[in-house]
Nanobody, 125 residues
Framework: VQLQASGGGLVQAGASLRLSCAAS???????MGWFRQGPGKEREFVAA????????YYANSVKGRFTISRDNAKNTLYLQMNSLKPEDTAVYYC????????????????????WGQGTLVTVSS
């Protein structure tokens, strides 16, 4: 399984960006998600999509501003980010969890088996 993330960039506060994560190979995900890692910080959960229910989940810090979605035909995961803030600055990673318990713990890094290379989002004030 390979994941290719793209769509990052430098924007001003209040702007929007859409990140994409194209998956290739034999993917049968229980969960797909986005995490981010800011300078000097640990990787943190941003949003997730669970296959079993098609439900989506968000970190409180992005709820109402970010939207996760998946195009099954293209095997691509998206993260629409609106009203960006300087504190959203980070490298964003997409991940796929293919184990049975991956969906239950979608907010934890160890639940994901594969990761993309990351795409940098910089939000200036």
């Amino acid at each position: 399984v390979q994941l290719q993330a793209s769509g990052g960039g430098l924007v001003q506060a209040g702007a929007s960006l859409r990140l994409s994560c194209a998956a290739s190979g034999r993917t049968s995900p229980y969960v797909m998600g986005w995490f981010r890692q800011g300078p000097g910080k640990e990787r943190e959960f941003v949003a997730a999509w669970k296959r079993s229910s098609a439900n989506t989940y968000y970190a409180n810090s992005v709820k109402g501003r970010f939207t996760i979605s998946r195009d099954n035909a293209k095997n691509t995961l998206y993260l629409q980010m609106n009203s960006l803030k300087p504190e959203d600055t980070a490298v964003y990673y997409c991940g796929v969890g293919q184990r049975l318990d991956s969906g239950a713990y979608y907010y934890l890094v160890p639940s994901y088996d594969y990761w993309g290379q990351g795409t940098l989002v910089t939000v200036s004030s």
